[in-house]
Structure formats: C-alpha cells, structure tokens
C-alpha cells in the first residue's frame, strides 16, 4: 500500500526518521538525529521538485524513499523555520565534528556537485524495515522514484554511495546503475557515484 506523500501526519516523517538512524547506520546524517531527519524529510515531501514515497502496511511505514533536483529549496525551507532547526540540532550546537560535517554538505551541494556535470536529479535515501527486506519492497521503491524523476522529463538520476556499502553497491548495480566515478562528500570517506539512466516507459 502506497501513503500518499505531500500531505503526510508529522508522525509518517518520524517514522521515517527513526527507520534512517536504525538501517543507515554509517551516513553521516544518522549522526544529527532522529528530530532533524524529522524535519529533512517533511522539507523533502512539502517540496514540488522532490519526492518522499512511502510503503505502508497496515498504517505502518515498512519503507521509503527519498529524491531531489536539487537540495536549495530543501535548505531554504528548514532555514524558514529557526526554532524548529535549532531546536533539532541542539545536540549538534557543542560538537566540532557535527558542525564540519554539515558545513561539508553544503560545500559539496553548493560548489562541487554542481560543478561535476552530474544529473541534478539524485536519490537521497531508501529504506526498508528489515522484517520486510527481501520480498519487492526496495525494488518497488526504486521504480516508483525511476517514475517521479521521468514525469519531471529527467533522463538520469545519481546516487552516492559510501564505498564500504557493499549491499547498497549490489542493490543499485541490480537495479542497472552504472558507476561514473569516485569522490569525497566527507573527508576521509570516499564515495561513488552511480548513474540511473531513464527510459520513457520507467
């Protein structure tokens, strides 16, 4: 069953922020918190130009995804709302590390990403609870957000993957993404970049 995504209860995001921190266990933003992935992911869904599709069951959320065209209008809605953001990364205010690493993310999104001559569409996140891992869910997912970027007339999406995600590398290579090349979002941390190229049925 499909949650319909635009217009979602506070309570969907949440659980799709607490799905992150349990399943994304090494990305750098599981470090920020379920309250700021709250927030991500409602910016995300409010935005025209992004998506955040959700699998339910039984008014569950069992999974989802997440895709952009580009992250400005997603900072500029979470900066519209100071105290809610503030209030979020408060645990993040007092350490050096955190603050780098966000200070890093923009850098990349506003200077380095734009200037690789990558889709500007991208997948941000999928997530699959793991009692429901291994029956289509993923699959389903990943189609439905193949589907979101052709509507907007996109022929490719990237996705960045942390080099030692050897299942994400598996699933994204199935699903007939093509690594393009390597880089660093992170310090220290190397990453590749796949390419999903669109066909007008996807």
Do not use: W
């Not at 022929?155 to 699933?171: C, E, M, P, T, W």
């Amino acid at each position: 069953m499909d949650m319909t995504s635009g217009n979602l209860e506070m309570g969907t995001y949440q659980a799709a922020a607490r799905l992150h921190c349990d399943l994304i266990t090494e990305g750098f933003l599981t470090t920020l918190g379920v309250p700021f992935l709250t927030l991500l992911y409602r910016s995300i869904d409010q935005d025209s130009d992004s998506a955040f599709l959700v699998e339910g069951v039984d008014g569950e959320v069992v999974g989802f995804v997440t895709g952009t065209s580009g992250m400005g209008r997603i900072y500029s809605r979470l900066l519209l709302q100071p105290h809610r953001l503030l209030f979020a990364l408060k645990g993040c205010l007092f350490s050096p590390l955190k603050i780098y690493g966000i200070l890093e993310i923009l850098m990349f999104s506003i200077i380095k990403k734009n200037s690789m001559q990558l889709p500007s569409e991208e997948l941000l996140s999928i997530v699959v609870r793991r009692d429901f891992q291994g029956n289509g869910f993923a699959e389903k997912l990943f189609g439905s957000l193949c589907a979101h970027f052709a509507s907007k007339g996109a022929q490719s999406f990237k996705i960045i993957v942390g080099n030692d995600l050897d299942r994400a590398h598996a699933f994204y290579k199935k699903m007939g993404c093509i690594p393009c090349i390597e880089l660093q979002v992170h310090r220290g941390n190397n990453s590749i970049v796949y390419i999903k190229h669109l066909k007008a049925s996807d």
